[in-house]
């Protein structure tokens, strides 16, 4: 392995049973359910996961899937950990290893005195296992082949049986699964009873053939709390509802296809006119991405809150019309559900390798207000807030999520909402207003924020109607091809784009517990992980303080960080240190301050990658302060740039 | 400044209509087109026709693309909201802000290139979602701000301006237009105003996809011996099949008629399509036939105008979405956001 272990990584050198050197933990570690995709694991693991929830022990949940539908290799990775981690550690201590396709590069994978659970119906050679590796084999297919005639039931009840025969081995309370089977097969008496079956099949039988509980156990603990289990798509959809939008035009791609189908869903639930069953909002799934962002553009052009949720190249798609929203100050919102691109890259995946291509998105001197979100609930929260933001500021407004945010089940704090919070639909003039006289231009700073009044399509017969273009126009709308009329339209853009840095989400700062000149600032999903490894940083003493960016254009606090640390560490999910660039471009930062920590292999960033990086790089600076010693920069600057 | 406003003197005598306008309260700003483009003939009958329709300007929303034809609705329904929006790209842009506010009238301008060649693919499936509007393609066969291209509707052999030969097949939209779906397709020709205000007239009338395809000589680049959309070829090769007269509400048949070359066509707000047939066998209800006849005519070269095409039972987008009867843009926070208390049962079904 590349890298060394610290003392308390190492699981094996932690607590071992001293005959079979095996791992011995409790509500903490990690099992990786290797499975064919299309095989109808989904569901068997996902009991799993929430079967641990219910027992109050915290999960962290990844799916790790292929670009397919049926046949390729696929993962599911749950981590129990009680101290409520959510990224991802690394290393897996038990493997569900169903699959032939993977079995040695899963095998591979077990940290040393791990478990492997495999389906021992044919017999293996012995090559095939590993010596420090406590194999736990039982016999799945035959077990469904002797119960089920059916040939897909065999199949299905397979995951079910080894979901039993795990509740055993780890000691999971199986009448947390039973429930979960009732609530899921509420009225369809004859599936809870044979999934109720197929558990039981495994359970005896992992009881009768080993000494249950192994060394990995799961113990109930009441450390969830009010705590909801939601991935970021649904919650950003539940977001948009909540923001008033109407009307949702998208063309699917992976991974941002379900933030619109939640969008129905939540719709379905929440939106309809309960007189008529009409609906309040309308949803098209566009021919492409081009027609997607052209239909939310009119429609908020004529008044209504309109979002389309995409993936990179979608957004790429959208760069022409990107420009035209910029130009024409037409209040846009857009999902972007990053993973690796391009169409033909790594589609489940996930990266954050679109800040640059939004932050700029599309021709001519443009630049965009995006929304960072860490996780579901601020998926929620920025998912509402977009609309306003993009009312306010009338101009499109991103909100930038990642697969891993937007297709994984986070463990998040419950969604809140005011009741006294009101949508704010930014400068619209009313025919009101009109009649009283007031001056009308559309493109007039009549405020001093950049920011002019607009009129709805429609509001008056005679006074407010105005042309809709690009850069053509002068304060009254009025088309002109004039180079001082053109500046003046930029200038006041320039103006409103520094409005945007006032108002939207600030950067979130937090002190290490001891006084340093060294800092981390991260973004988005990356938290997750950066949380924990700030926790194993601190026992290695190295202390940074943290700066979590929430959003751009970026608030001036941001600079004034970088300014008051000597080293600063920028860790982020993309090879070309997107927000290193952005932050040396937009706050005039020396990069030499700015050391990039970079992941961006398609899978999550892990507690163990960032701890490994900035531990090796504050080292490198010859930085790392001896055992009680405060955080010093004791090498020159020049060498703290080179590194980076 | 190139924005040249039309003076607002008005005749004190102008009549007015029934919602109290006069025609010029239907203008916009002086067409900045070439003296003699058929683009500002299509202007002029837009102007012509939502004054006779009694319909308030600001009730309309006008929508283009990019081009010559494109550039017109700065010239008609001035007291309009209008969006100047991207090459081949309005389809999208009218749909979305039908879907924003159904109550207003949605008028999409858009010209062969925008719709034909970069814009194909949002053209058919605007139609084949029943938007509720009117699409006009102002169609010359040839790129006129870029100074004399052919484009996709261009016929195999016409001859360009500079003596090329056009060797691809022509786009028919009308025939793409009935193929996909569109409710009302009809095709006009700006030289002939009398037919073309009413055909504008019903295209608003009917609910759902309306589809007018306008042939429309460009005097700059194709208007000279051996182009198929020159003034002369269509006034040569039209072949009408039918004249309209729209009335707002239906009225008895007078009998200035022959028996059987009359035939009235009710529309969803009750006003009529009076059809005078010029060809005997045409029947506008029956798109198989339309099809067919459109068909062989082309292939003899001939430009057939009129009705082609009209499904009275039609409905629209919002039909197919079931949207609530008011504008989704007029919807407040207590129709829109559902609250905490709903949240909390959000959350309680996620744990």
Known sequence: MAYRMSRLDDPAESVMDTRLKSIVRVNDFVVKFANVNGSGSASANGLFARAILRMGVPVAARNIFPSNIQGLPT??????????????????????????????????????????????????????????????????????????????????????????????????????????????????????????????????????????????????????????????????????????????AWYPITPSSSLAESFAKWCRKLRVEPATGKQRFAIVQAEDELSSIGMVIGAAW??????????????????????????????????????????????TRTQQADLISCAYASHGDTKHVLLLPEDPRECFEFGALAFDLADRLQTPVFVMLDLDIGMQDWLCEPLTWDDSRRLDRGKVMTAQELDAGRDFGRYLDVDGDGIPYRTYPGTHAAKGSYFTRGTTKDRYARYTEEGPAYVDNMQRLQRKFETARSIVPKPVLTRAAQPTNAGVIWFGSTGAAMAESLAELERQDIHLDRLRIRAFPFDDAIPEFVAAHDHVFVVEQNRDAQLKMLLVNECGIDPAKLTSVLHYDGTPITERFITREIGEKARLYNVTPLSGIRYQVTGNRKAGGRAA | ?????????????????????????????????????????????????????????HRVAKLSGIGCSSKTPTYFLGNSHGFNSVHGRMPSVLTGAALANRDLIYLGVSGDGDSASIGLGQFAHVLRRGVNMVYIVENNGVYGLTKGQFSATADKGSKSKRGAINSDEPIDLVLLALAL???????????????????????????????????????????????????????????????????????????????????????????????????????????????????????????????????????????????????????????????????????????
């Open chain 1, 302 to 347: 004529n008044g209504a809150r309109a979002f389309t949720a995409t993936s990179g190249p979608g957004v790429s798609l959208m760069q022409e019309f990107l420009g035209l929203a910029y130009f024409a100050e037409i209040p846009t919102v857009l999902f972007d559900v990053q993973r690796g691109s391009p169409s033909t890259g790594m589609p």
């Open chain 1, 75 to 248: 993962w599911y990775e749950v981590r129990i950990v009680e101290a409520g981690w959510r990224g991802r550690r690394g290393g897996v201590d038990l493997m569900v290893a169903m699959n032939p396709q993977t079995w040695d590069k899963d095998v591979a994978e077990i940290e040393s005195g791990g478990y492997l659970f495999y389906d021992s119906t044919k017999p293996l050679p012995p090559s095939k296992f590993r010596d420090d590796v406590t194999a736990l084999g039982v016999p799945l297919t035959a077990i469904c082949n002797e119960t089920y005639s059916d040939v897909r039931q065999r199949q299905l009840f397979k995951n079910i049986v080894y979901l039993g025969a795990l509740s055993a081995l780890l000691d999971l309370d199986a009448t947390e699964i039973e429930r979960l089977f009732a609530e899921q097969y509420r009225g369809k008496e004859a599936l809870l009873e044979s999934n109720r079956k197929a558990l039981h099949l495994g359970r005896d039988y992992a009881l009768a053939h080993f000494d249950c509980p192994i060394g990995l156990t799961v113990a109930r603990r009441d450390a969830v709390g009010e705590r909801i289990f939601i991935d970021g798509n649904d919650a950003a959809a539940l977001g948009a509802v909540y923001g008033g939008a109407t009307v949702a």
């Open chain 2, 1 to 57: 400044m190139t924005y040249l406003a039309k003076p607002k003197l008005h005749h004190p005598a102008l009549p007015k209509n029934a919602v109290g306008y006069t025609r010029r309260d239907y203008e916009g700003a002086i067409s900045t087109l070439c003296a003699g483009c058929g683009h500002d003939s299509i202007s002029a009958a837009i102007i012509q026709a939502f004054y006779e329709l009694d319909i308030e300007p």
């Open chain 2, 181 to 351: 779906g569109a409710t009302f397709v009809a095709r006009g020709f700006s030289g002939d105003k009398a037919q073309l205000v009413p055909l504008i007239r019903a295209a608003v009338a009917h609910r759902g996809a309306a589809f007018i395809d306008v042939v429309s000589p460009c005097v700059a680049f194709n208007n000279h011996p051996g182009s198929t959309k020159s003034y002369d070829y269509v006034r040569e090769h039209n072949e009408a099949v039918n004249r309209l007269d729209f009335m707002p509400e239906r009225a008895p048949i007078t009998t200035d008629y022959a028996e059987g070359s009359v035939r009235d066509v009710v529309l969803h707000d009750g006003g009529t399509v009076r059809l005078r047939k010029l060809h005997a066998d045409y029947d506008p209800s029956d798109k198989v036939g339309a099809m067919a006849y459109l068909e062989s005519r082309r292939a003899q070269g001939e430009v057939v105008t009129g009705l082609l095409y009209v499904d009275t039972q039609s409905d629209d987008m919002h039909a197919s979405l079931r949207t609530v009867d008011a504008p989704l843009n007029s919807l407040g926070d207590a129709e829109l956001v559902p609250g905490h208390a709903a949240l909390a049962a959000v959350n309680a079904s996620l744990r």
